[in-house]
């Protein structure tokens, strides 16, 4: 049961990561600007999810992983708010740096809760499972911002948003006072904010690891590359095809549509292709997807490719998360931070350092980079999973 509520935290939270996608095109005729300068809203929020994470992870070790989801939902209601009263981009771009810095502690706290009463040898299926509410935000994000932002503007958007918050939140704590797991937290150490400074010390720490660096690596490249290309894919589809913000939407669920395709077979996918064949194949098909992007000549071809995109990102994906929960099992909250910490910054440089060159020359160049790019993480992660060493 603990895990469905947490599911409905995380439903919010990835809603709100992806919601920009759909809506860059709105927002930018809306205060009159290009795409690229309004994927500013982007880049404030994946950096201050970023950033942030170093707090949380040490956080969430010593005071309780789940009280602090509970807490930072609600903090992350009155941010998808300000976003939605927003009278300027910058005020757009203020108010979703402010929202990431509280949403950014749920989905990898809720993970690292998960690694805390999970076992290894049982964890991945149940991760994948898990992140069914996390696809189905992504999900709702993206329709959300087409659909609502067509009819009704893209303020509507946030303000759905927080409501989505505020529901997640009021539950997460009515469930803290019935369920004795919601409430675990490391008990040993030191107490107060002494432990929380040598928390962050220990989380600085986990660097010496070399096993450490290289999950680290992966998930920021795999950050930079995929996202800093596929924030760009509804901008790209709406100018192309010349569709409205409704279709645009949709068009955009087929990257959830492919992530619930990976959780529905995660089971007999593990079992046929194990850790590294999972990193292969994602990054394989990731690659494909973006060429036939770039090659589509019908919209209904560059939903099938946002589909693969969707499959392989979460093979991969998934295959780093499990290692990710593992990389500090005694600070779990703190190594889940780090691993956040690296995915979110290398997306906000990603998106940053691919605005000028979508609007001055394109989407392609950006696409054909994470086209080369995503199946070299993925076989770079397959050769190293071979000789990793074991972390149950």
């Not at 998960?114 to 069914?132: M, S």
């Amino acid at each position: 049961m603990s895990l469905a509520i947490l599911a409905c935290a995380t439903f919010s939270s990835a809603a709100s990561i992806r919601v920009s996608d759909p809506l860059l095109p709105q927002v930018a005729a809306s205060f009159g600007t290009t795409a690229g300068e309004a994927s500013a809203i982007v880049t404030a929020f994946t950096l201050a999810y970023g950033l942030m994470q170093i707090f949380y992870g040490a956080a969430g070790d010593r005071l309780g992983k789940v009280r602090l989801i509970a807490i930072t939902t609600l903090l992350a209601a009155a941010g998808s708010l300000a976003c939605a009263l927003a009278p300027s981009l910058l005020a757009l771009t203020v108010a979703r740096f402010a929202t990431a810095a509280v949403a950014c502690a749920i989905i990898p706290l809720s993970f690292a809760w998960i690694g805390d009463v999970i076992p290894y040898a049982r964890r991945q299926p149940v991760l994948a499972r898990f992140i069914t509410g996390q696809i189905l935000g992504m999900i709702f994000g993206q329709v959300a911002g087409g659909i609502l932002g067509d009819a009704f503007g893209w303020r509507w958007v946030f303000g759905a948003l927080a409501i989505a918050y505020v529901v997640a939140g009021l539950v997460l704590l009515l469930r803290l006072r019935f369920d004795p797991l919601t409430r675990l937290r490391d008990s040993s150490g030191v107490p107060g904010l002494a432990g929380l400074v040598r928390s962050w010390r220990d989380t600085i720490g986990l660097l010496r690891d070399s096993w450490v660096r290289v999950i680290l690596t992966a998930v920021a490249a795999e950050g930079f590359l995929f996202f800093g290309a596929f924030t760009y894919v509804g901008n790209e589809l709406r100018h192309r095809f010349g569709i409205d913000y409704t279709i645009v939407g949709l068009a955009m669920t087929a990257y959830g549509g492919g992530g619930l395709v990976y959780t529905a077979g995660v089971g007999r996918l593990v079992q046929m292709l194990g850790e590294a064949g999972l990193a292969r194949v994602g990054g394989t098909l990731l690659g494909t997807g973006f060429v036939v992007l770039v090659l589509a000549p019908a919209l209904w071809v560059s939903v099938l490719a946002i589909a693969l995109c969707g499959l392989g990102f979460f093979m991969l994906h998934n295959t780093l998360q499990t290692h990710g929960t593992q990389m500090a099992p005694k600070a779990r909250g703190a190594g889940v931070a780090a691993f956040a910490t690296a995915l979110f910054l290398g997306q906000s440089l990603g998106v940053a350092i691919a605005a000028p060159i979508v609007d001055h020359i394109g989407a392609t160049p950006v696409f054909l980079g994470a086209a080369i790019g995503m199946p070299l993480i993925g076989f770079a992660l397959a050769s190293s999973l071979r000789r990793a060493p074991h972390r149950r």
